[in-house]
């Protein structure tokens, strides 16, 4: 089986490329490298420079590399951005998935997997675990863009035959090895390691939420195990029928709160003595967003095995990582979207 990872060179794509050749999988790897990093790829494993929306390429790509299954994870995934631009997400998130969907229907690929997310959900209807059965109402178009992608994958495996799976990633953390970390500045964890390493207190956005502390509560899971995922849900499209779509949450089923998160995170960066500041609420976050992991476990055999100390302690050692390769390179945004 050869594998084509569109988006092989970000963040979790890396991971999942790592965990797949570490498993035995032929890798291929497209990226246009606009925030991933070449070097991330593992040895061996070609990379393919170009962009998703470019249907020449891709044909090259998958008859070249007699390609068996792509899984698809290149996006734009700024929430903001994406309020202020919708189009551009739009184009990246939907468009550039349908020109990658007719190449895959074209050669005649039997197997999709896509990077899909916990903001297809938007804000759950209450503090229960949310199950791929609750209702998704994305609150911004980021959240939007996923939720079409899905749609799209769906449709697309059950008019031309292709067994699908749709992975929804709650709150990506950590990293496998230094090299590999996330060197965005959207995601909390990454956020507050950087204001601990300034001295500066992490912010936290309202304590009024009706959770024991009055922090917003999330699911955060290591990308070691989002890329453990994947392989698993690989090796079931391997046998899973024509035409068939497993939609899946890949979370830890445990929650943690942003005071929580703050405290561990001062205390990875020796920094106990800064307490974390209150801020004040974002519009439209909801109080608690834990998955139900019970389908990843009966139908994939995923459980999250890494906790959030493990996340930020890895983070940690990602961020020193990355800095001192930006002072190497003197290029304090290499690789960076910003
Ligand atoms: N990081 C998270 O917490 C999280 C949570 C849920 C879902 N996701 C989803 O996971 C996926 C990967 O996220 P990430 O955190 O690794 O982000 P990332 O920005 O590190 O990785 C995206 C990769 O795709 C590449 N890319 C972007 N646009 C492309 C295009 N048009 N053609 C080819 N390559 C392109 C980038 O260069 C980059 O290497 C995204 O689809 C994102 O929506 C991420």
Known sequence: MTWLIIGGAGYIGAHVARAMTAAGESVVALDDLSSGVAERLPEGVPLVRGTVADRALLDRTLAEHSVDGVVHLAARKEVAESVADPLLYYRENVHGLTVLLEAVVAAGVGRFLLSSSAAVYGTPPDDAPVTEATPCRPVNPYGETKLAGEWLVRATGAAHGLATSC?????????????????????????????????????????????????????????ADVAAAHLAAARYLTTAPAGSDLTVNIGTGTGVSVRELAVLAAGAMGRSDIEPVVGPPRAGDPARVVAAVDRAREVLGFTAAHDMREMIASAREGRLATVSAQVTTGNESAGQRG
Do not use: Q
């Open 167 to 223: 992975l929804r990633y709650f709150n990506v953390a950590g990293t496998a090895l230094p090299e590999l970390a996330d060197r965005g500045r959207s995601n909390v964890v990454p956020i507050f390691l950087e204001r601990l390493a300034r001295g500066e207190a992490p912010v936290i956005n309202g304590d009024g939420y009706p959770t024991p502390d009055g922090t917003c509560v999330r699911d955060y899971v290591h990308v």
